[in-house]
């Protein structure tokens, strides 16, 4: 997978988190959504890799998890990140509700609809949200 895919798959994992969500399917919606950030950061990593350059294998290893947090770091954007938290509250409040998504919310069953709102939205802002900061590093 390449990062003009991962770029794509970000925007459609948010997109159909919409419609999954518009369509009262709360838990899949939240899975989808954090999903597209998690593409996101993945091309956000892919900018670091260098055609016909000799794989970095440490990166290449950290990149395959699931856990945004150490993503960022991956991705070489957690000061860019503590920076942006420290001016702007708004996106502060989101990264805080986004960072807590992991991959294993696909086999919980009774997520609630507010969850899944609280997560879209921290996402989707427009002003403060995290995919449109995550969208300047890809």
């Not at 150490?70 to 938290?85: C, I, P, W």
């Not at 990264?95 to 609809?113: G, L, M, P, Q, T």
Request: overall charge negative; charged content about 30%; some cysteine.
């Amino acid at each position: 997978m390449n990062k003009t895919e991962l770029e794509a798959l970000s925007e459609t994992r948010i997109r159909e988190a919409e419609l999954l969500f518009n369509n009262d399917e709360f838990g899949g919606a939240y899975y989808l959504a954090g999903y597209s950030v998690e593409c996101a950061l993945k091309a956000c990593i892919c900018k670091q890799v260098k055609e016909f350059d000799f794989p970095n294998k440490k990166l290449a290893q950290d990149s395959h998890t699931h856990k945004l947090q150490d993503l960022v770091g991956v991705a070489g954007l957690k000061q860019k990140l503590k920076a942006h938290e420290e001016e702007n509250e708004s996106f502060r409040l989101n990264w805080a509700v986004v960072k807590d998504w992991n991959e294993s919310s696909r086999y919980e069953v009774n997520i609630e609809k507010t969850k899944a709102s609280d997560l879209i939205e921290a996402i989707t802002d427009n002003e403060s949200g995290i995919l449109q900061w995550l969208k300047k590093f890809w």
